[in-house]
T-cell receptor
Framework: EPEVTQTPSHQVTQMGQEVILRCVPI?????FYWYRQILGQKVEFLVS????????KSEIFDDQFSVERPDGSNFTLKIRSTKLEDSAMYFC??????????????FGQGTRLTVV | SQQGEEDPQALSIQEGENATMNCSYK?????LQWYRQNSGRGLVHLIL?????REKHSGRLRVTLDTSKKSSSLLITASRAADTASYFC???????????FGSGTRLQVQP
């Protein structure tokens, strides 16, 4: 079965630095998402992307965050000026948006971000 | 309680027993989905039930949905040690395409 691929699997960064988390969604999927999970807590929605623009974002997704789909295959999450509380597992997901499994979200294995 | 609260928070059973996890939510939904997460790993989609459905089966999984009570249950029959994981419900609220996750149930199946 096709997979969502995320790189790197683990990223350690110094507080104040910028990080870019990368994702390759499943081709022909229409919706793309970033979620995060702070250790021991719920999975939280950050942002959704459809038709080359942000379709929805949560309160967490402030000016510190941005997303891009630069080349039709990659989907990136940029976090500027990282803070200690940004340490979490970040999950990318994609969703077909059409067909029998249109509503099913396929998640990547996650990038564990550690801010020190 | 918050959207997508699950109970129990933790469940320990013996192999071969059934495991039941419950989820409650507060909003109007398009569908409700259940995901599994092995420790430190990604989320694996298990089953989706639409708001106009009441019950759905997939292998050893049985999901029910009661929209009047805003609740769902996931039953895993004849559990195996390999079923040990965290299980999350997630709702797709009406008018949205994003998921709101519950707090999860940690299932431990003892061999």
């Amino acid at each position: 079965e096709p997979e969502v691929t995320q790189t790197p699997s683990h990223q350690v960064t110094q507080m104040g630095q910028e990080v870019i988390l990368r994702c390759v969604p499943i081709s022909n999927h229409l919706y793309f998402y970033w979620y995060r999970q702070i250790l021991g807590q719920k999975v939280e929605f950050l942002v959704s992307f459809y038709n080359n623009e942000i379709s929805e974002k949560s309160e967490i997704f402030d000016d510190q965050f941005s997303v891009e789909r630069p080349d039709g295959s990659n989907f990136t999450l940029k976090i500027r000026s990282t803070k200690l509380e940004d340490s979490a597992m970040y999950f990318c997901a994609s969703r077909p948006g059409q067909g029998a499994r249109s509503a099913e979200a396929f998640f990547g294995q996650g990038t564990r971000l550690t801010v020190v | 309680s918050q959207q997508g609260e699950e109970d129990p928070q933790a469940l320990s059973i013996q192999e071969g027993e059934n495991a039941t996890m419950n989820c409650s939510y507060k909003t109007s939904i398009n569908n409700l989905q259940w995901y599994r997460q092995n420790s430190g790993r990604g989320l694996v989609h298990l089953i989706l039930i639409r708001s106009n459905e009441r019950e759905k089966h997939s292998g050893r999984l049985r999901v029910t949905l009661d929209t009047s009570k805003k609740s769902s249950s996931l039953l895993i029959t004849a559990s195996r040690a390999a079923d040990t994981a965290s299980y999350f419900c997630a709702t797709e609220d009406t008018g949205r395409r994003a998921l709101t996750f519950g707090s999860g149930t940690r299932l431990q199946v003892q061999p």
